[in-house]
Nanobody, 124 residues
């Protein structure tokens, strides 16, 4: 599976962005998917994750109520809608696929495949 993340950019605080991750390969629908982020000088952290069917999702505490993860297995995509963005949301955002479990996980070790990342910059 190859993953291609897109949708990053520069936005003012309070604004919105929608990230999209396009996956290649016929097995996408059997994988749990996650979004992670990494700010300069910090470790990669989980943002959100979604089960293979989309029926179950996980959100990090700092994004609850602001971000929404969704997937379309027919189109092999997983999106992250980000609203009410804050300067501290500035980071490179990565999508990842896990074939080890069909259920959402916040653990980077659960994920087998990673996209190249897309930069989100939130100005104050």
């Amino acid at each position: 599976v190859q993953l291609q993340a897109s949708g990053g950019g520069l936005v003012q605080a309070g604004g919105s962005l929608r990230l999209s991750c396009a996956a290649s390969g016929p097995t996408f629908s059997s994988a749990a998917m996650g979004w992670f982020r990494q700010a300069p000088g910090k470790e990669r952290e989980s943002v959100a994750a979604i089960s293979w069917s989309g029926s179950s999702s996980y959100y990090a505490g700092f994004v609850k109520g602001r971000f929404t993860i969704s997937r379309d297995n027919a189109k092999n995509t997983v999106d992250l809608q980000m609203n009410s963005l804050k300067p501290e949301d500035t980071a490179v955002y990565y999508c990842a696929a896990s074939f080890r479990s069909r259920w959402p996980s916040s653990d980077t070790r659960s994920y087998d495949h990673w996209g190249q990342g897309t930069l989100v910059t939130v100005s104050s």
